[in-house]
């Protein structure tokens, strides 16, 4: 292609609301443009890529025996409530009404209707077990949209689907679908982790997370340093082993505590570490009132809190609600006589302890010499967040913490969606059964992200060959020199009769400004037509490296395809 014809308006200053590599990068370049807050178009060299990352994987896809169709993203609202989920999906939902009032939903993800679909068309075990993948725009209202493709309002994802007449052969299919993702992210040159994750509102159980490491990742990774153990930080199991204080009990003591509300101004205040004191929190679960205790160097995993009452929904109380039921506002609560409503509960290590503070349900005081068992009852659990230096839940070594972008995500969802939503079939004997169903999703453009923020320097992106969106970028130098444009105009015809994927500028700019957009655009492969252009020699360049050769023209296509097969 040349790139004359093609739409790259490059830009040359950072975007000032442009906070990470990918999002400058692929702003600057010319490959994606804001429309709105959190809303992007893929131009031409974007959308290039965009299909490369697609092609990977719909061929993955194909292989693992899953079949590509196309739903609409507009749902009716009557799917959802079947669900339940139009009622607890939550705001990020974008809901609106037709003009007859009819309720409808721009697909934020489809179960509702692929359930829907096969359970009208699908009733007998024969036609199990079914796959079903599409590759589609999905809108979700983001509270904040930010870092351009990796939190979107709108956004690319493959997203399939597998039906059963047992958990055998979900297991099976599952299996199939975490080794297609491995093959498409190391496909795509991604270095990647799949770690044990939760569902959120997907529901089901069983689920991985592909993560890209990457230091701007929103998400944090819990991995073992002598083994393959790796989780999201809030699905990891805290399996430390605590002991129990031999300290003396000493007397119970209600202490005046005027403006100490932090845990920090609370120790501080009272002379003792923060870990020997108790930290309470009130939160909503469902309909209930719940305070969580944790110690206080200690964080309350509200997943963790949310499996434990296999709750749809868990928020913190307002401190309205926590004075209406505890008679203190926040930085006062604490175990000791809660309000006759509120369940307590507390983390593993506070039964441990000995002689701690705690709130004292009364604004401005808290008690001291709080013994856990003599002084307060709980049921207790894991309900904190993993620490860095925590053993590994899988008994092997110790826990470290890195940072990753999820690009994917396989759920087991059982029978979640089927038994809501009458799904089932006939089995051999002729009885009905609910299909067993799993989830599979891939955010494409959040993927060409991600490949941008592992493979960038300080003039560009470096996009692997099998990612990039042409593999050689053709620069004549001076397009008024005949000799150069001649030559350049003979190698493109030749890469381009050799299949080679080959953008030529052949824009009259100046070489400066060539050197700096073929930095940027990343594309693996520059062949300079300049100076020796007379002598049939160019320079070629390598981008990830800055390896470059004089090479003579009859000479070019054996070493272009020298390096793509080494790529």
């Not at 990068?25 to 893929?42: E, H, K, M, T």
Request: net charge negative.
């Amino acid at each position: 292609m040349k790139q004359s014809q093609m739409l790259i308006p490059t830009l040359r200053e950072v975007p000032a609301d442009a906070d990470i590599k990918s999002h400058q990068l692929l702003l600057r370049a010319g490959f994606i443009r804001q429309v709105a807050s959190g809303v992007y178009s893929f131009l031409p060299l974007g959308k290039k890529v965009l299909k490369k990352v697609e092609d990977i994987v719909r061929e993955e896809m194909d292989k693992a025996g899953a079949s590509e169709m196309l739903m609409p993203a507009l749902q009716p609202s009557e799917l959802w409530k079947e669900s339940g989920r139009w009622y607890t999906y939550g705001p990020e939902l974008m809901r609106m009404h037709d003009r007859h009032e009819r309720e409808f939903a721009l697909g934020a993800t489809h179960e509702e209707v692929i359930t829907g679909i096969v359970r009208d068309t699908v009733n007998s075990y024969k036609k199990l077990p079914l796959t079903l993948y599409q590759i589609q725009t999905k809108f979700r209202d983001e509270k904040r949209p930010r870092f351009g493709l990796l939190r979107g309002r709108e956004f690319v994802m493959k997203d399939a689907y597998s039906f059963h007449d047992s958990f055998d052969s979900l297991d099976e299919a599952y299996d199939r679908m975490y080794e297609a993702y491995a093959n498409i992210f190391r496909r795509c040159g991604l270095d990647f982790r799949a770690v044990i994750a939760d569902s959120g509102a997907m529901g089901g159980k069983d689920t991985h997370e592909f993560m890209a490491l990457s230091e701007v990742g929103e998400d944090t990774i819990a991995y073992s340093d002598q083994s393959n153990y790796a989780a999201n930080v809030e699905m990891a199991p805290v399996v430390t082993e605590y002991a129990q204080s031999t300290e003396p009990m000493k007397e119970l003591e209600k202490i005046e505590t005027p403006n100490q509300k932090t845990m920090e101004e609370v120790a501080q205040y009272l002379g003792h570490s923060v870990d020997q004191g108790l930290k309470a929190l009130m939160f909503k679960v469902d309909d209930k009132f719940v305070l969580v205790v944790t110690r206080g160097n200690h964080e309350v995993n509200d997943i963790k809190l949310k499996h434990l009452f296999d709750a749809s929904v868990v928020e913190l109380a307002t401190e309205e609600d926590t004075k209406t039921l505890m008679g203190a506002g926040f930085g006062s609560l604490g175990p000791i006589n809660p309000g006759k409503d509120v369940e307590v509960v507390a983390d593993n290590a506070v039964k441990y302890l000995r002689n701690v503070s705690c709130g004292a349900n009364e604004d401005g005081y808290h008690y001291i010499n709080v013994n856990p068992e003599r002084d307060f009852e709980a049921t207790y659990a894991d309900l904190r967040f993993i620490q860095e230096g925590d053993p590994s839940p899988d008994g092997q070594g110790k826990i470290q913490f890195a940072r990753g972008i999820e690009v994917g995500h396989v759920f087991k969802l059982g029978k979640f969606y089927s038994d809501k939503m009458d799904a089932s079939y006939l089995d051999q004997n002729g009885r009905s059964n609910s299909m067993i169903m799993g989830c599979y999703g891939i955010g494409v453009s959040r993927t060409v992200a991600a490949i941008v923020e592992q493979y960038h320097d300080d003039n560009g992106m470096t996009w692997p060959v099998q990612i990039a969106p042409y593999q050689v970028h053709l620069l004549a130098l001076n397009m008024k020199n005949e000799e150069q444009k001649q030559l350049a105009d003979e190698l493109y015809t030749q890469l381009q009769k050799a299949g080679v994927e080959v953008l030529y500028d052949d824009r009259k700019e100046r070489a400066g400004v060539k050197f700096a957009d073929s930095d940027l655009f990343g594309i693996p492969l520059r062949i300079t037509v300049g100076k020796r252009a007379g002598e049939g020699v160019v320079e070629v360049k390598e981008r990830s490296n800055g390896n470059q050769q004089e090479v003579e023209k009859e000479e070019i296509l054996q070493v272009v395809n020298q390096f793509l097969a080494s790529e």
